[in-house]
T-cell receptor, first 115, second 113 residues
Framework: GESVGLHLPTLSVQEGDNSIINCAYS??????FIWYKQESGKGPQFIID?????DKRQGQRVTVLLNKTVKHLSLQIAATQPGDSAVYFC??????????????FGTGTRLTIIP | DVKVTQSSRYLVKRTGEKVFLECVQD?????MFWYRQDPGLGLRLIYF???????EKGDIPEGYSVSREKKERFSLILESASTNQTSMYLC????????????FGPGTRLLVL
């Protein structure tokens, strides 16, 4: 899951298994969430998004689940492959008191796929 | 596909130097953003721009300025680089308001000596 601190949470998964990466978000007013994948030496890459009026959304091999009651987001990756090894982080979109929209990013989880 | 490019992948500068980081997007996006990414701190927003010649401060604007003279280009300027500005700098763009997905460039890793 997400963590504040110097070390990223890590998750090691056997190739072919499913993985679940968790994210606890902070603002109950957040209305849009995004999962990003960041490979070493590269910028973050969009994976999947979900709006707050949904609790599940599926993509190719990925599923995002949203539990607004406990402010929890998860990313499920099916049949993991070596190319899935990366840092994954979630982002939440919310409105500030000043009326500006803001995107806040989590610190990320490092996923390692074991061949 | 959206393409966001950054002028340099790696930069080494000395304390006190003026540093320019350039970002270009080719999808006619209105919004552009500059973040820095540091271990354990995630991405932090420095500045953003919703239109040409418009700029707004993000969470950590101190020590930085920006310029957006053309829609496709957003520059980050370190007026007098300091060692605590050593970081990975990421540019992003999005089509409309922040609520839409932001697309990122590859990043510039800056080392200030």
């Amino acid at each position: 899951g997400e963590s504040v601190g110097l070390h990223l949470p890590t998750l090691s998964v056997q190739e072919g298994d499913n993985s679940i990466i968790n994210c606890a978000y902070s603002n109950s007013a957040s209305d849009y969430f995004i999962w990003y994948k960041q490979e070493s030496g590269k910028g973050p890459q969009f994976i999947i998004d979900i709006r707050s009026n949904m609790d599940k959304r599926q993509g190719q091999r990925v599923t995002v689940l949203l539990n607004k009651t406990v402010k929890h987001l998860s990313l499920q990756i099916a049949a993991t492959q070596p190319g899935d090894s990366a840092v994954y982080f979630c982002a939440e979109n919310w409105m500030t008191l000043g009326g500006n929209e803001k995107l806040t990013f989590g610190t990320g989880t490092r996923l390692t796929i074991i061949p | 596909d959206v393409k966001v490019t950054q002028s340099s992948r790696y930069l080494v500068k000395r304390t006190g130097e003026k540093v320019f980081l350039e970002c270009v997007q080719d999808m006619d996006h209105e919004n552009m953003f500059w973040y820095r990414q540091d271990p354990g701190l995630g991405l932090r927003l420095i500045y953003f721009s919703y239109d040409v010649k418009m700029k707004e401060k993000g969470d950590i604007p101190e020590g930085y300025s920006v310029s957006r003279e053309k829609k496709e280009r957003f520059s980050l300027i370190l007026e007098s680089a300091s060692t605590n500005q050593t970081s990975m700098y990421l540019c992003a763009s999005s089509l409309v308001r922040t609520v839409e997905t932001q697309y990122f460039g590859p990043g510039t890793r800056l080392l200030v000596l």
